[in-house]
């Protein structure tokens, strides 16, 4: 995504933060996926390692629906198979701007509550790092989007839904050679869990 839109989706977030900030809450994520499959370009059977970070504000648009605007930090640790002649490996970190909404109107009990999130992350930056062949490149850029979907229910300031997601990166300037052949590195995921949320004033 270009350097100048995601500027401006910070800026917008930021100037409805702060004109929303006295209804603000605050909600930690924790995520735990029982099912994941991930593909990263350039590399060949390769074992990847990732864990999540989620942080969000929300700002209410009704009684019963919110505005998230969070931030989710992501990285990963990819590594070549022993077998594998060429022997990369990597490490890539990613911020991301976290825009959605979440609906918590059907309610169970007087106290338990159905409630639906959906939002869209934006990478604003990021860092990679790939080594082999005794050679080390870093990253100029990062792009891509992530996707997230959940649903479950909320006991006062407790969520625990199951939640589906997707991230597609790509880390510019990060190659490696296959066959003769230059390959560009991305990262592409997708993931079933159980998401575990806490929300604080």
């Known amino acids: 995504m270009d ?4 500027k401006l989706l910070l800026t917008i977030g930021l ?5 929303q900030v006295w209804a603000v809450k605050a909600k930690i994520r924790f995520l735990f996926p029982f099912s994941s499959k991930s593909v990263a370009d350039g590399f060949e059977d390769s074992t ?6 989620v942080v969000a504000f929300l700002m209410p648009l009704s009684q019963h629906t919110v505005l998230d605007l969070g931030y989710s930090y992501f990285n990963a640790r990819i590594e070549d198979p022993s077998t594998s002649s060429e022997g990369y490996s990597g490490v890539f970190r990613a911020h991301l701007l976290e825009l959605g909404a979440g609906y918590s109107g059907f309610e169970l009990t007087r106290t338990i509550s159905l409630v639906f999130e959906s939002s ?20 100029t850029g990062i792009s891509g989007m992530g996707y997230y979907f959940s649903s479950g229910v909320e006991y006062r300031d407790l969520e625990i839904s199951l939640f589906y997601q997707r991230r597609d990166l790509s880390f510019d300037g990060l190659t490696v050679s ?3 052949k230059r390959n560009d590195v991305a990262l592409h995921s997708t993931e079933y869990g159980i998401a575990f949320g806490y929300t604080f004033f």
């Open 120 to 139: 869209v992350r934006v990478p604003i930056s990021g860092e990679g790092e790939v080594q082999g062949n005794q050679a080390t490149m870093d990253a």
């Open 3 to 6: 350097k100048k839109i995601k």
């Open 178 to 180: 296959r066959n003769g």
């Open 48 to 53: 990847i390692k990732s864990s999540e970070f």
């Open 15 to 19: 100037l409805f933060f702060t004109t």
